[in-house]
């Protein structure tokens, strides 16, 4: 840890407030994750050139709306904390970049976070959210979102306006549908849906090209979207824990697939062509309904690939 002052400060991490408070103009970056703080340290205004602020493992439980005044932060973590709510006055810090909110009890943000349009990266994770407000959709900026573990129903359409998103995680809520204008998000390569209550996936999600990972196991899903062959640069698929009768032999056009997990499913054959997984290294069939000459011709075609039946 840094405890350093005087000309240095400018570049290092500080690692106390005593610190910091000895040429406050100075301090660019304080970090005071596990201090078993209670309170947001007021102190801190006076750092009015802060631009990275971690406070992570805390038990923080209220932000003052002078967070606003800290005007040039890029980097905020708050996670881990006793957070309730945010202030609207959030949405000053038009020069943040990543903003960190995962473990706390936040049940609902404010509609503001939209004025934080530089944003690149946001996790609120493991809250209490139900939803997410519509002007998600103006932090056009954003290359991951991060809502894994919440009470989200629905995403609203306006998610569709994150034309720069790279990786969305929505794993571990209480999503029923995706929008079709999830299609819109065509810088996709990393999406987690699993683990909520989906019984459908739009055809839209077939002009997400770039995507190369998919979690959404343990839904409800019967069937997929023709569509999804189109996902030609696809690498790893995993759909075990759903309902899954039927594939469709779109799915065969996957040639860059490399795994591929369906078990737990009540799937009792595969496509035809599924010969075309050349590049396939792990395929999941356990707890399904292949009769026996299924079971051989999947071994035959797939000799490659490492199968699991058990």
Known sequence: MSNSTGTDQDTKTQYSLESALLEPEKVKVLDLHFKDLQEFPQEIFKLVNLEELFLFNNRIKYLPEKIGTLTKLKKLDLSGN??????????????????????????ELPS?????????????SNNQLT???????????????IVNENNITELPDTIGNLYKLEKLRVGGNHLSKLPDSIGNLTNLSKIEIQENNLTHIPSSIGKLSNLEKIRLYKNQLSDLPDSF?????????????????????????????????????NLYKLPQRISNWNKLRYLSLSRNEFPEDE???????????????F
């Open 82 to 107: 006793q957070l309730i709510t945010l202030p609207c006055t959030i949405s000053n810090l038009s020069e943040l970049k990543l903003l960190v909110l995962s473990w706390n009890k936040i049940a």
């Open 112 to 124: 503001t976070i939209g004025n934080l349009t530089s944003l690149e990266r946001f996790s609120v």
């Open 131 to 145: 939803e997410l407000p519509t002007t998600i959709g103006n932090l056009t900026n954003l290359s991951e979102l």
């Open 229 to 265: 062959g189109k996902l030609s640069n696809l690498k790893k698929l995993l759909l075990y824990e759903n309902d899954i009768k039927v594939l469709p032999e779109e799915l065969c056009e996957l040639n860059n697939l490399e795994e591929l997990e369906l078990g737990f499913n």
């Open 295 to 309: 079971k051989k011709r999947i071994n035959n075609e797939l000799s490659n690939a490492r199968i699991d039946w």
